[in-house]
């Protein structure tokens, strides 16, 4: 199993390596001190697992993920000082979720997890006569919504629409607004694109609500949702409505 190393801080690296270089059948074929290397790693050497840091400068773990080929992405543990990211690391389908300083049998138990999926992963291969790695694309069903040292569960089908706030991101259903730090472009690249449709840098809307859409002036419009509220469209996202109008009829 080729595994990958990703940690900004060297004394991290160091301690993931030491423990992997005690097992067999695994080889480690990088290290990687940011987000930016972490990617040309991946996409370049398509490791079987990637040991990942959350909490990185300029790009984090999950952006790391984002910035790759879904069809490329390995399995993934990530290893984390932060502890509140766990529901979304398996919104990424991650294999494991490890909290720093690493505790050795919580370790081992994540490495045996990947190398069942690996192993398991080769066997489908083979059943299929196929390659493994093109994995289907899928999308977020839910989103974690922290509320003091609550998390909520907001499922992906309830939200009408969203919109950006500062830093966050508004998730709007029937019944109640949540926020989310997350930027718009991560939450439309999350998102099924059959199922939302961005139609201004501050605005995605689920497709199925779209009621009215009222021309205004140069390529934009006003979208009318089922639950009555109104979203003002631009002209950069003008092509998306109108491949969506085109599909529709």
């Not at 999350?190 to 205004?216: C, T």
Request: some cysteine.
């Amino acid at each position: 199993m080729r595994v990958l190393i990703v940690d900004d801080e060297p004394m991290a690296r160091r301690g993931v390596a030491a423990r992997l270089a005690k097992m067999s059948g695994v080889e480690i074929i990088g290290e990687c001190a940011d987000g930016a290397s972490a990617v040309e790693c991946i996409t370049s050497r398509a490791p079987d697992l990637v040991l990942l840091d959350v909490q990185m400068p300029g790009m984090d773990g999950f952006e790391v993920l984002r910035a790759v080929p879904r069809d490329r992405w390995p399995s993934v543990v990530f290893v984390t000082a932060y502890q509140d990211q766990a529901i979304r690391a398996f919104d990424y389908h991650a294999v494991d979720y490890l909290l720093k300083p690493i505790d050795d049998d919580r370790f081992t138990t994540a490495i045996a997890r990947a190398r069942y999926r690996h192993d398991a992963g080769h066997l489908l291969a083979l059943l299929e006569h196929r390659d493994f790695d093109r994995r289907p694309i899928r999308y977020a069903a839910r989103f974690s919504v922290r509320t003091g040292t609550r998390i909520e569960v907001v499922l992906a089908d309830d939200v009408d629409w969203i919109a950006r706030s500062g830093d966050y991101a508004e998730l709007h259903t029937r019944t109640r607004t949540h926020l989310v730090r997350e930027t718009m472009g991560s939450l439309e690249q999350r998102l099924d694109p059959a199922a939302f449709l961005r139609i201004h840098r501050s605005r995605i809307v689920r497709a199925s609500g779209i009621r009215e859409l009222r021309s205004i002036a140069n390529g934009e419009y006003l979208v009318k949702l089922a639950d009555g509220s109104e979203h003002r469209s631009s002209r950069t996202y003008a092509d998306r409505l109108e491949r969506w109008l085109s599909a529709s009829g």
